[in-house]
């Protein structure tokens, strides 16, 4: 395989990756009073509110992708499929509720046996073929996606190794709710004792300072430059960096002010609707800052260049994540923008059901996107200028939620064809995407956008 060199750093000079330890302080929960007689600054300009009532502007984004209306059935994303008394899957007369989704005998024990026997199949087509009644024995690979894009899930299997959980003192139960119990009084945790009590910070400095100390530590790939270019000798050292990232997400997750104090249910509900999300937006924030606009930069090991993707499987992916270094070069976006953002992604997808802990959530989401325009002020000082950066990198957060949908429906399809396409999936993420991807990529859960769409 032909090297490629090394990116040269935007500032011509090399970049070193620093971990940094939280301040040792010992105080009380992150708990924010939002002052009812003050709104954030950005509201007093008219027509401005988060959910979206911003004035119409040039600014794209990203390429629009029709989006059919959410419907509250988790049966909504199979067109012309009735959710009483029919197979979700083949359209048949159901026999009941089997693996978690109303479906026929012949379905049930279909994914029974293609997920306990670790059957390889591929599609022959395009991913596409059709499930009904008649059809449903042509494409076994096509069927097994549609069963977990419908929830389905053997809900006996259990991980093997907790080792990785222990070590950030998460147990199991509590990572993959889905497979199971859940254990504990339902309460929300306590606080980590380096986290300060609003009270105590009196410079919105001082939150970012938090925010900048719990960053994940940079990790490596493993990936080898000198072997041949071989597609799943990529996706494997993808998927293993994907593995310590979400590790770090984890232990990053339980460092962050005011998450805590969530009810566990819903701690790991978000972790696990947004790991992808905080994956590619830290992404695309390391090849901003680490290499110019024709690199991505997965890691100091794995830096590929615009040839590289061509050649590479997730070439449509790459040039669908390049958006965000891109924009973030275009607005010049800070650091303590970006932290800030990171936190917010944290709190962008939920359950179409709500949360537990609703009420306490809505005021994190409300206090970090207040750090947000806070971060946003210290560039530009102007009400007309702030207002106009913040409009920006909230379109910004709402078109990550495109880009992640496409890695997420690429992720699954490598999922299910793993041993066919010789793709290794580590164990932690497995189990995510096993319990929760299907619910993402089904419309059973919510992004929760600034902007409503054009």
């Known amino acids: 395989s032909e090297k490629t060199e090394t990116p040269l750093n935007k500032r011509g000079c090399a970049v070193s990756a620093h971990s940094h330890s939280p301040a040792p302080h010992t105080t009380s929960r992150w708990q924010i009073q939002t002052p009812t007689s003050e709104p954030p600054y950005w509201l007093h300009t008219a027509a401005m509110t988060e959910t979206g009532a911003f004035p119409t502007s040039s600014y794209e984004g990203i390429q ?9 059935s988790p049966f909504s994303t199979f067109p012309g499929m009735q959710p009483q008394r029919m197979c979700v899957i083949c359209g048949d007369e159901a026999s009941g509720c089997h693996y978690g989704v109303l479906t026929c005998g012949s379905c049930k024990v279909f994914f029974k046996r293609a997920v306990e026997g670790h059957h390889s199949y591929l599609c022959a087509g395009r991913n596409d073929c059709i499930v009904d009644k008649i059809r449903r024995k042509n494409c076994p690979a096509c069927r097994l996606r549609k069963c977990y894009q419908a929830g389905m899930m053997l809900g006996g299997r259990k991980l093997k190794r907790f080792g990785a959980l222990k070590a950030l003192g998460l147990a199991p139960s509590l990572m993959f709710q889905s497979h199971l119990a ?16 609003i009270h105590e910070l009196q410079l919105s400095q001082q939150i970012i300072n938090i925010l900048e100390n719990i960053e994940p530590e940079i990790v490596y790939s493993g990936y080898d430059n000198l072997q041949p270019e071989v597609p799943h000798l990529l996706l494997n050292s993808l998927n293993r960096l994907c593995e310590k990232q979400l590790l770090w997400i984890v232990k990053w997750s ?15 509900t978000l972790i696990q609707y ?21 690199y991505l930069y997965f890691a100091p090991d794995l830096i590929l260049s615009q040839e590289q993707m061509r050649r590479s499987p997730i070439y449509d992916l790459c040039l669908a994540i390049q958006f965000i270094p891109q924009e973030f070069a275009n607005l010049q976006v800070t650091r303590e923008e970006f932290l800030c953002m990171k936190a917010i992604i944290l709190l962008t997808t939920v359950p179409l059901e709500g949360l537990k802990s609703q009420a306490a959530f809505e005021e994190m989401r409300q206090n970090y996107i207040r750090e947000l325009s806070r971060a946003i002020h210290m560039k530009e000082k102007g009400m007309v200028a702030s207002s106009q950066r913040f409009y920006h990198l909230t379109k910004l957060m709402d078109a990550m939620h495109d880009i992640v949908k496409k890695v997420n429906l ?13 793709v290794e999936f580590p164990e932690m993420m497995s189990e995510v995407i096993a319990s ?14 600034f902007h409503t769409k054009q």
């Open 254 to 268: 339980k460092s962050l002010p005011g998450f805590r104090n969530l009810h566990i249910n819903d701690q790991m």
């Open 182 to 197: 859940m254990s504990g009084d339902g309460q929300a945790l306590t606080s980590m004792s380096c986290v300060p009590s």
């Open 64 to 72: 629009n992708h029709n989006q059919t209306q959410r419907n509250p």
């Open 410 to 422: 690429f992720c699954l399809s490598t999922f299910i064809q793993a041993d066919g396409m010789k």
């Open 274 to 294: 947004s790991w992808m999300n905080l994956m590619v937006f830290s992404l695309g924030w390391r090849s901003f800052q680490n290499v110019t606009s024709e």
């Open 436 to 449: 929760q991807l299907p619910k993402v990529l089904a419309g059973m859960v919510k992004p929760l956008l």
